[in-house]
């Protein structure tokens, strides 16, 4: 996994919309909200654009990251040395102590490209958490209903210096998110693998790792989930 999140990802990572202050703001105050006076992890901590703002609050925070470049990034940035960052695997990397939140968030369950390895990173999670602790997880809902009979790809993004298409496998749901943009080199292009997952699907991975779900919002501001909404933000809690 870690490959695929190398040095030219890790670049301009922090130029995606996701790290912009209305995105962030609104993540890091629900976070802590949940964390109150715990501690908290992050699964695919990534260039800590939530980590670093989440420990400002004095939170401790920790966190794990299968891409040494996306960590050098994070390493670099004021604030670092307060987070415990560690090179490892979210399905596997086992972080000493208990933690009141665990988080997952900005599509990267995906990243995992095998029900089993969805399923086993929420063990993890569970593992990581103490009784009445909570996982979090942001993940879009399939964009499957915009797909016409016999029709594999949908775009998510068509800028005059960037595209994005989506290419889906019904029967696996495997996907790749096709990337082409302007850069120095002239056109470049980047495809990374997902496996896009249902919201029951999870609740049932949930449910496996002795989790329960408490909430399901649309968005970070508690916006109502809706057959319409395009995400969701799930709290399961530690039973």
């Known amino acids: 996994m870690g490959e695929y999140f190398g040095e030219d990802i890790a670049a301009r990572y922090d130029e995606d919309e996701a790290s912009d202050?209305?995105?962030?703001?609104?993540?890091?105050?629900?976070?802590?909200?949940?964390?109150?006076?715990?501690?908290?992890?992050?699964?695919?901590?990534?260039?800590?654009?939530?980590?670093?703002?989440?420990?400002?609050?004095?939170?401790?925070?920790?966190?794990?990251?299968?891409?040494?470049?996306?960590?050098?990034?994070?390493?670099?940035?004021?604030?670092?040395?307060?987070?415990?960052?560690?090179l490892g695997?979210?399905?596997?990397?086992?972080?000493?102590?208990?933690?009141?939140?665990?988080?997952?968030?900005?599509?990267?369950?995906?990243?995992?490209?095998?029900?089993?390895?969805?399923?086993?990173?929420?063990?993890?999670?569970?593992?990581?958490?103490?009784?009445?602790?909570?996982?979090v997880v942001e993940v879009g809902v399939p964009d499957l209903r915009r797909l016409p009979p016999g029709q594999t790809t949908v775009p998510f993004r068509v800028d005059p210096d960037r595209l994005g298409f989506d290419t889906y496998d019904t029967v696996t749901q495997e996907m790749w998110s096709h990337h082409y943009w302007k850069g120095p080199k002239g056109i470049e292009s980047a495809s990374l693998p997902f496996r896009y997952v249902w919201p029951s699907e999870l609740d049932l991975m949930a449910q496996i790792a002795g989790l329960q779900l408490n909430e399901r919002w649309a968005g970070w501001q508690s916006e109502p989930f809706t057959a319409d909404s395009r995400s969701h933000v799930s709290i399961y809690e530690k039973v």
């Open 21 to 86: 202050p209305s995105v962030v703001g609104p993540t890091v105050e629900l976070l802590a909200q949940l964390a109150g006076a715990g501690r908290a992890v992050e699964f695919a901590i990534g260039t800590g654009r939530i980590a670093l703002p989440l420990a400002a609050r004095d939170i401790p925070v920790a966190g794990m990251d299968a891409s040494e470049a996306m960590l050098a990034r994070l390493y670099a940035k004021p604030g670092a040395e307060r987070i415990e960052a560690v």
């Open 89 to 135: 695997d979210m399905r596997t990397t086992r972080l000493p102590g208990a933690f009141r939140l665990a988080y997952l968030i900005f599509n990267t369950i995906n990243n995992l490209t095998s029900q089993d390895g969805q399923v086993t990173c929420f063990v993890n999670a569970a593992a990581h958490l103490e009784t009445g602790g909570c996982f």
